[in-house]
T-cell receptor, first 112, second 115 residues
Framework: AQSVTQPDIHITVSEGASLELRCNYSYGATPYLFWYVQSPGQGLQLLLKYFSGDTLVQGIKGFEAEFKRSQSSFNLRKPSVHWSDAAEYFCAGNSGNTPLVFGKGTRLSVIA | GAGVSQSPSNKVTEKGKDVELRCDPISGHTALYWYRQSLGQGLEFLIYFQGNSAPDKSGLPSDRFSAERTGGSVSTLTIQRTQQEDSAVYLC?????????????FGQGTRLTVV
C-alpha cells in the first residue's frame, strides 16, 4: 500500500543546532512529496515540495529536503534551528491520482 | 477569499447528535479535501472532490460520515449520530488542480468534541 512513514515521534534539539527529520515513502512510482509544518493553534503550512528534477529542494524558513530514490527517503533538514521552529512537521505524498497521504508527524522541541 | 475558511472553529455536541462542518475553499480551486486529525495521529484522509467528478469517498470511516460540495465551491461534512471517537480536528484543504499536481492549502480546522 502507498504510505508515508515518519519514524520519529518527537525530537528535541538545541537552538542553533542542525536538524534532520526523517521521512520514508512506499510508492510504486516516483511520488510527489511534501513537507508541511503545523505550529500550535495554526493551520498547516507548506514548507517545500518535490515533483521531479533536482533532488535537493529548497523551501521556506531555511528548510531543505533531499529526495533519495535508493533509500525511499525525503528527509527535511535545517542547518541551524531557531526557537520559533518548534512545531509539528508532517511529510506527505501521493502518486498519480491517489489521495495525499500524510505521515503521523514529528514533534520538534527546541531548547536553549 | 484569501484562504480556506472553516466553520465553526469549535463544536461541542452530545453523543448521538448530528453535526455539520463547513468549508469554504479558495476561490477558483477545483479540488477540495477533508481530513481528520486525532490527538497524536497524523492526518487521516476522509474524502476528496475534484471538479464535477464523482468524489473519492474511500477514506470515510463509516456510513455515518458524508460530505457534499455544492456548486463546485462550499463543502459540508456531516457526521450523523456522533460518537465519542469522532472527537478530533477536521481539516479542509483545497488546491488548484487534482491530488498530485498542486499544493494543498489548509484551513484552520474545526475542533469537534463529542460529550
Amino acid at each position: 500500500a502507498q504510505s508515508v512513514t515518519q519514524p520519529d515521534i518527537h525530537i528535541t534539539v538545541s537552538e542553533g543546532a542542525s536538524l534532520e527529520l526523517r521521512c520514508n515513502y512506499s510508492y510504486g512510482a516516483t511520488p510527489y512529496l511534501f513537507w508541511y509544518v503545523q505550529s500550535p493553534g495554526q493551520g498547516l503550512q507548506l514548507l517545500l515540495k518535490y515533483f521531479s528534477g533536482d533532488t535537493l529542494v529548497q523551501g521556506i524558513k531555511g528548510f531543505e529536503a533531499e529526495f533519495k530514490r535508493s533509500q525511499s527517503s525525503f528527509n527535511l533538514r535545517k542547518p541551524s534551528v531557531h526557537w520559533s521552529d518548534a512545531a509539528e512537521y508532517f511529510c506527505a505524498g501521493n502518486s498519480g491520482n491517489t489521495p495525499l497521504v500524510f505521515g503521523k508527524g514529528t514533534r520538534l522541541s527546541v531548547i536553549a | 477569499g484569501a484562504g480556506v475558511s472553516q466553520s465553526p472553529s469549535n463544536k461541542v455536541t452530545e453523543k448521538g447528535k448530528d453535526v455539520e462542518l463547513r468549508c469554504d475553499p479558495i476561490s477558483g480551486h477545483t479540488a477540495l479535501y477533508w481530513y481528520r486529525q486525532s490527538l497524536g495521529q497524523g492526518l487521516e484522509f476522509l474524502i476528496y472532490f475534484q471538479g464535477n467528478s464523482a468524489p473519492d469517498k474511500s477514506g470515510l470511516p463509516s456510513d455515518r460520515f458524508s460530505a457534499e460540495r455544492t456548486g463546485g465551491s462550499v463543502s459540508t461534512l456531516t457526521i450523523q449520530r456522533t460518537q465519542q471517537e469522532d472527537s478530533a480536528v477536521y481539516l479542509c484543504a483545497s488546491s488548484y488542480k487534482g491530488h498530485s499536481i498542486a499544493e494543498a492549502f489548509f484551513g484552520q480546522g474545526t475542533r469537534l468534541t463529542v460529550v
